[in-house]
Structure formats: C-alpha cells, structure tokens
C-alpha cells in the first residue's frame, strides 16, 4: 500500500491530519468506518478531522486492499462539509460536523479519483464503473462502461475522455461521458 495523501481541490470547512498509526490512547471522539465493522485491522487510514464548526475527532477507515494499485488517502469533496477518504480503495464519504452520517461507496475497489471541479464532482473509477460525486450526494454512476479497466485521459468543464477495453472484441476503446449526467456522448 502506498503512502497515504492529501488532496486539496474543493473548498472546505475542516483540517485533517492522516496519523501514522492509531493513537494508543484514543481521544473522546472516535468514529470507526463502516460502524458495523467488528474490528478493524492493521493498515487502516486513521485520521484526526478538526471541522471549522464543530468538536475534532479520530476517524479509523478500514482497509480495503493492501495493494500499491489501489488509493489511500484523503480528498476534499464537493461539500465543504465532508470529507472523502479512501483506505485500500474503499471509498467515505462522510460529514464532518456529523461523523455519524457517512457513505461507503459500491465501488470496491475504487482504483482512482479524479476531481472534475468545474463541474462539481468528484469522480470514482472502478475496473468497470464509473460514480460521480456532487456536494449532494451521488451525482451518477456509469455501469459497465468497460469489460475491465478505465483510464482516464481527460475531464473538461463538461466531460470525461476515458479508454475502456471491450472483452468482445479484445480492443481498446475510447469514449466519452457528459459529466452533468453520466451518459455516454456518441461521436458526431
């Protein structure tokens, strides 16, 4: 897994520090992500969130994948008030002034993320989907634009450009998204 990272594209109300381990005393507040998880294993993404309007507090992500391939890190997200997290890929979403609230997103793994701050979004690619995040919730998702694998070439204030592979016919193919809706743009 590689190091975790920070990245500062939206306008946000919170400070975040990634930890490098779990604090051997935790503090008062301490959210575990998803809640129903059991124990959390070594390798989680622990986080102390400080919100501009509301007390810190520890956040432990669980671990998705221990693969190098696979995003760790935080994302400022589209809301001021939330916070996206990756750890082994799997993707938060979660509110800062009420940790409690939070989304684990399908996509699992999600192998990238890619801001397309013109339009608002920020963008989760999976090996075969694509999702679309607003500062209200989930924007879109794009299923099964790709047999397996995506790469994305270029975002616009409008669009996505993305190479996909078609198992059909073992080629690669390029197509491009509409980034207000998820649909995909057939070539004029």
Request: charged share 25%; no cysteine; glycine share 6%.
């Given at each position: 897994m590689t190091s975790p990272t920070f990245h500062d594209v939206f306008a946000h109300r919170w400070q975040a520090e990634i930890l490098p381990a779990r604090p051997l005393i935790l503090p008062p507040r301490h959210f575990t992500y998803p809640a129903e998880v059991e124990e959390v294993e070594r390798g989680a993404l622990e986080v102390k969130i400080h919100p501009a309007d509301a007390q810190p507090f520890l956040?432990?992500?669980?671990?998705?994948?221990r693969d190098p391939a696979v995003p760790t890190g935080v994302w400022s997200a589209p809301n001021a008030h939330e916070l996206c997290a990756l750890s082994g890929g799997y993707a938060y979403i979660l509110s800062v002034v009420d940790p409690q609230q939070f989304t684990m997103l399908p996509l699992r793994p999600a192998l990238s993320v890619h801001a397309a701050a013109e339009a608002g979004l920020l963008l989760f690619v999976g090996n075969r989907d694509i999702l679309a995040w607003s500062a209200g919730g989930k924007a879109w998702q794009a299923n099964a634009v790709s047999s397996e694998g995506i790469a994305i070439e270029a975002i616009t204030a409008t669009t996505l450009q993305a190479v996909g592979w078609d198992?059909?016919?073992?080629?690669?193919?390029?197509f491009v998204l509409d980034l207000a809706t998820g649909q995909r743009i057939d070539p004029t």
């Open positions: 956040a432990t992500f669980a671990l998705g994948f198992m059909r016919t073992d080629r690669e193919f390029s």
